[in-house]
């Protein structure tokens, strides 16, 4: 028995062809795109950590001096400042000094501001072995950031919020002392974690010794 409509039938089944294999070249491409980012993190993570020291037992250099740049170290070609922790997702990832779109499909990058004045603002993709599952994140989780002199800097999520993706001032404004940032998956919004310093690391930096 013949279907009905041969040839419009003939052309849906050609072009539900097409869609389905559209997608799965993009869901492919996606899942390609994504482990290489993730790969990518892992081997600048392995480079970083050779070449910076051990977080350091609470001296800080940025004490006597919050407006000096952030020093970085060089790994295959690109500058970064550190590398950040976030246990309750998993994840620990190196910080570029600055961002730009190809930068960030290796790594997390420095949008604006620093660790040392408490404005630091980080802007990664929404890789999940990036910042693709901030929104996970809950009041109170701790966020660790190190810089590459060995300074540790501890952080506990105070705020998570969408903004719209042209907030470039909202983004910018406030008083928190480390923001996360990453598209949403239709990339009309952003998914933004504020974060303030912990207690325990401000006593720490406060130490008399460190008092010039």
Same mark, same amino acid.
């Given at each position: 028995?013949?279907?009905?409509c041969t040839e419009p039938y003939a052309r849906w089944c050609e072009r539900s062809a097409n869609q389905l294999m559209v997608s799965l070249l993009l869901d492919w491409y996606n899942f390609w795109d994504e482990k290489c980012a993730g790969d990518e993190a892992g081997k600048a993570l392995e480079k970083i950590a050779s070449l910076c020291p051990a977080p350091s037992d609470g $001296?800080?250099?940025?004490?006597?001096?919050?407006? *000096?740049?952030?020093?970085?170290?060089?790994?295959?070609?690109?500058?970064?400042?550190?590398?950040?922790?976030?246990?309750?997702?998993?994840? $620990?990832?190196?910080?570029?000094?600055?961002?730009?779109?190809? $930068?960030?499909?290796?790594?997390? =990058?420095?949008?604006?501001?620093?660790?040392?004045?408490? !404005?630091?603002?980080?802007?990664? &993709?929404?890789?999940?072995? &990036?910042?693709?599952?901030?929104?996970?994140?809950?009041?109170?989780?701790?966020?660790?950031?190190?810089?590459?002199?060995? !300074?540790?800097?501890?952080?506990?999520?105070? #705020?998570?919020?969408?903004?719209?993706?042209?907030?470039? %001032?909202? *983004?910018?404004?406030?008083?928190?002392?480390?923001?996360?940032?990453? =598209?949403?998956?239709?990339?009309?919004?952003?998914?933004?974690?504020? =974060?303030?310093?912990?207690?325990?690391? #401000?006593?720490?930096?406060?130490?008399? %010794?460190?008092?010039?």
């Amino acid at each position: 028995k013949e279907p009905p409509c041969t040839e419009p039938y003939a052309r849906w089944c050609e072009r539900s062809a097409n869609q389905l294999m559209v997608s799965l070249l993009l869901d492919w491409y996606n899942f390609w795109d994504e482990k290489c980012a993730g790969d990518e993190a892992g081997k600048a993570l392995e480079k970083i950590a050779s070449l910076c020291p051990a977080p350091s037992d609470g $001296k800080r250099e940025q004490t006597f001096n919050p407006q *000096m740049d952030m020093p970085v170290v060089e790994a295959d070609g690109y500058l970064y400042i550190g590398t950040l922790e976030i246990p309750a997702l998993g994840l $620990k990832l190196p910080v570029m000094s600055s961002w730009s779109y190809p $930068k960030m499909k290796i790594a997390p =990058c420095r949008y604006t501001g620093s660790a040392y004045l408490d !404005n630091l603002i980080l802007a990664a &993709h929404n890789y999940s072995t &990036h910042f693709g599952r901030l929104g996970e994140l809950t009041k109170g989780d701790a966020v660790i950031f190190t810089d590459t002199v060995g !300074n540790q800097f501890f952080y506990q999520v105070d #705020e998570i919020t969408r903004l719209e993706g042209t907030a470039v %001032e909202e *983004m910018e404004a406030g008083e928190w002392d480390l923001t996360l940032f990453t =598209c949403t998956l239709d990339s009309r919004s952003r998914i933004t974690v504020r =974060c303030v310093r912990t207690q325990e690391d #401000e006593e720490e930096s406060m130490q008399p %010794e460190l008092i010039p």
